[in-house]
């Protein structure tokens, strides 16, 4: 029997522009894979250098083909069997072949897994930087109700990091958490523990280089025992990136389109409790489709932030939803349970 895979590809426009320290963002174009009914998404960050045209490329070529095999329920030897490419790509399969497997049992994946929801954490709603503080205010304001807010800072200036943590908590009694995005170096980071630690931030998120991998070790000897937890972003893609960090860093941020989708994921979440490393749960700006995928993994992590099809304002997609109370609520359709908006 021939299975094939199609895409599409989808402009997802955001309600207000996006800053990181990345870059800004008014638009993000994803490629959604299609495996029959299945669905699974390629989510695409500008700053990870892929294109959809590279996505389309990998996944439409005969080695991806071949790789499918006869029987789609052996989903470890087709994931085996795919060709390098595009992590992202990767993952758009990989959740296809997990929301079709589900969908031929009848269940939520995540009762294939043996997953309770109720075991989810709260998710964090996340705050773009901004450099108009009348701006910022607003944000944060129209974001009242969530628990968790992340706020992103690596502005290029400490002191107006600190300012928009002032900001933010004087407009919310909400937990806060901020993410630097590789803004930082080592020597900063100690300092903005230091001035930071008024706020009883719940955790600091990839606050120095992606590769400075003798940096997150100098941080334990730079920081006090008792500061936030520092979570590892873009400095873990997949399972064996973990090892190297183990004693450095207190948590990771696992995205399916850094890991390459659900499988690694799990494997991931594994690895990282194995050295005692607590987990995150993170997406990318995405649709539905993948912000779904990640939620159905939810109940085995420690921190989520899946707000992703959130901060869009067109999304073609319904599926997990994220309620101003932080708590995700994962359909209860087969598969994924991802359905057209």
Not at 53 to 75: C, F, H, K, W
Request: net charge negative; hydrophobic share 45%; with cysteine.
């Amino acid at each position: 029997m021939t299975h094939s895979l199609t895409t599409e590809p989808i402009t997802l426009t955001l309600k207000t522009p996006f800053k990181i320290a990345h870059g800004t963002s008014a638009t993000r174009h994803n490629v959604i894979v299609h495996l029959g009914a299945a669905l699974g998404e390629a989510a695409l960050a500008p700053y990870y250098g892929v294109t959809a045209a590279d996505v389309i490329a990998y996944i439409e070529s005969p080695q991806v083909a071949a790789a499918l095999g006869d029987d789609l329920m052996q989903r470890e030897d087709i994931l085996d069997r795919l060709p390098a490419g595009p992590s992202a790509a990767r993952a758009a399969i990989d959740m296809a072949l997990h929301d079709r497997a589900a969908r031929q049992m009848g269940v939520p994946l995540y009762r294939l897994w043996g997953l309770n929801p109720a075991r989810a954490p709260l998710s964090s709603f996340t705050i773009g930087m901004e450099e108009d503080e009348a701006v910022l205010r607003e944000k944060i304001r129209e974001a009242a109700g969530f628990p968790i807010l992340k706020l992103k800072l690596g502005s290029g200036s400490l002191d107006a990091d600190v300012a928009t943590v002032r900001i933010a908590r004087e407009e919310t009694d909400a937990r806060l958490c901020v993410d630097a995005n590789a803004g930082w170096t080592p020597q900063e980071t100690a300092k903005m523990v230091e001035r930071l630690a008024p706020y009883d931030l719940l955790f600091i998120e990839q606050p120095i280089a992606q590769d400075d991998l003798a940096g997150w070790h100098d941080l334990h000897r730079l920081i006090p025992g008792d500061a936030p937890p520092l979570i590892a972003d873009e400095s873990v893609h997949n399972s064996r990136d973990i090892f190297p960090l183990a004693g450095a860093v207190d948590g990771i941020n696992i995205k399916l389109a850094k890991a390459g989708g659900l499988r690694e994921a799990w494997r991931m979440i594994q690895v990282a409790r194995g050295f005692g490393i607590k987990v995150m749960l993170g997406c990318m700006v995405e649709s539905a489709v993948g912000v779904t995928a990640a939620a159905h993994l939810a109940p085995l992590v420690d921190y989520a932030d899946l707000d992703g099809n959130l901060l869009v304002a067109d999304d073609p997609f319904k599926g997990a939803r994220l309620g101003r109370d932080g708590r995700i609520g994962l359909p209860e359709g087969p598969g994924l349970g991802v359905t057209r908006a």
